[in-house]
């Protein structure tokens, strides 16, 4: 079992940044591939940023260019770095962890942190 805890949500204003850090515990070694996903109100769950174990990156579209995902495998520790936010990000952020590559869904979820951007 893995444990995933977020934090560094919050409110800023737009044009702002956020860094959002996912702290992973127990088997961490299974862990194949870390993913950000958020939710707004009244909307899907939607992938944002996955990085792989072999170094590959994919964003989704509405992220691309102004989020990064990184990862800290001594910390064991996954960063998303959030810039030119806009109140079209407000949402509640998802750490994931998969076993298998991120390709059949998530293994493990952590219970989210909220981001609150103003214009």
């Known amino acids: 079992q893995v444990q995933l805890v977020e934090s560094g949500g919050g409110s800023v204003q737009a044009g702002g940044s956020l860094r959002l850090s996912c702290a992973a515990s127990?088997?961490?070694?299974?862990?194949?591939?870390m993913g950000w996903f958020r939710q707004a109100p009244g909307k899907r769950r939607e992938g944002i940023a996955f990085?792989?174990?072999?170094?590959?990156?994919t964003y989704g579209d509405s992220v691309k260019g102004r989020f990064t995902i990184s990862r800290d495998n001594v910390k064991n520790t996954a960063y998303l770095q959030m810039n030119s936010l806009t109140p079209e990000d407000t949402a509640t952020y998802y750490c994931?962890?998969?076993?298998?590559?991120?390709?059949?869904?998530?293994?493990?979820w952590g219970k989210g942190t909220l981001v609150t951007i103003s214009s």
């Open positions: 994931a962890a998969d076993r298998y590559g991120c390709y059949y869904g998530m293994d493990y």
């Open positions: 127990g088997s961490t070694s299974s862990i194949s591939c």
């Open positions: 990085l792989r174990n072999d170094g590959q990156l």
